[in-house]
């Protein structure tokens, strides 16, 4: 039988569910300390034109990015696939001052109609898509006319990532059920797994997006540099991709 992508997205879930909260610890960790949610806030901030209103993060995992973004008064939508993720998120809403909606969607095709947003944004989501084609128009659908499309993200099959990408030392248990949940037959099925930047321009422009533009983000790589990443990474130039749906 024909190994589909399909079969291989059931294979991610897992994996993320499996790891989301020691995942979401990183993350929280990293929130916590000098200029880091001050950065990220901006980041998003200088990217959404004046007027955004609704936005929807794609491949929201466990909420970082929506939660930051309903904080500076967006109204926001939260998808993923990976259940365990979701609920990280929603223990995150209790207090929070402009909860966003956490939903189980699929970041290829989400569950809304056309012209439903403002902004449609990700955060190293780009290299998990299954078929980048398909969910780039699709996201161009959900937009408003002169919505924008934000989405952060890195070279993570880059070759010298590959090599590295259990760093020194034994494999850890999360590092082994990566390395088997995205092995070679998998990352064959992401379009955007070892995708350069102009390639990933390429692509949302082919998909009808306008004033495509890539920004790298050397402030977020000296964070990366000071306060350290994740196991099994090593800090990286990421870059700040923006698009616009004609008006």
Same mark, same amino acid.
């Given at each position: 039988m024909t190994r589909t992508a399909d079969v291989d997205q059931q294979a991610w879930n897992r994996y993320w569910t499996r790891w989301a909260a020691e995942y979401d610890e990183h993350q929280l960790a990293r929130l916590a300390l000098p200029g880091e949610r001050e950065t990220w806030s901006r980041t998003w901030r200088? @990217?959404?034109?004046?007027?955004?209103?609704?936005v929807?993060?794609?491949?929201?995992?466990?909420?970082?990015v929506a939660l930051l973004l309903a904080a500076d008064g967006y109204e926001v939508t939260g998808i993923d696939l990976a259940e365990g993720m979701l609920e990280q998120a929603r223990a995150k809403l209790v207090g929070h001052p402009r909860p966003p909606r956490f939903l189980t969607g699929d970041a290829v095709d989400p569950p809304f109609a056309r012209r439903s947003f403002? @902004?449609?944004?990700?955060?190293?989501?780009?290299?998990?898509?299954r078929d980048a084609p398909a969910a780039l128009r699709r996201w161009h659908e959900l937009l408003r006319p002169g919505g924008v499309l934000v989405a952060v993200d890195g070279q993570w099959f880059a070759p010298e990532a590959d090599a590295s990408a259990t760093g020194p030392g034994p494999a850890t248990d999360r590092q082994q059920h990566?390395?088997? @949940?995205?092995?070679?037959?998998a990352v064959s099925h992401l379009d955007f797994a070892r995708a350069d930047v102009e390639g990933i321009c390429a692509a949302w422009e082919e998909a009808g997006f306008v004033d495509v533009r890539?920004?790298?983000?050397?402030e977020l790589l000296a964070l990366d540099r000071a306060?350290?990443? @994740?196991?099994?990474?090593s800090p990286q130039l990421l870059h700040r991709f923006t698009a616009r749906r004609a008006g």
């Open positions: 200088d @990217a959404l034109p004046e007027g955004t209103r609704t929807l993060d794609v491949g929201t995992g466990s909420g970082n403002d @902004a449609v944004v990700s955060r190293y989501l780009l290299w998990t898509l990566f390395a088997e @949940a995205y092995d070679e037959g890539a920004d790298p983000l050397p306060h350290g990443v @994740a196991p099994g990474h």
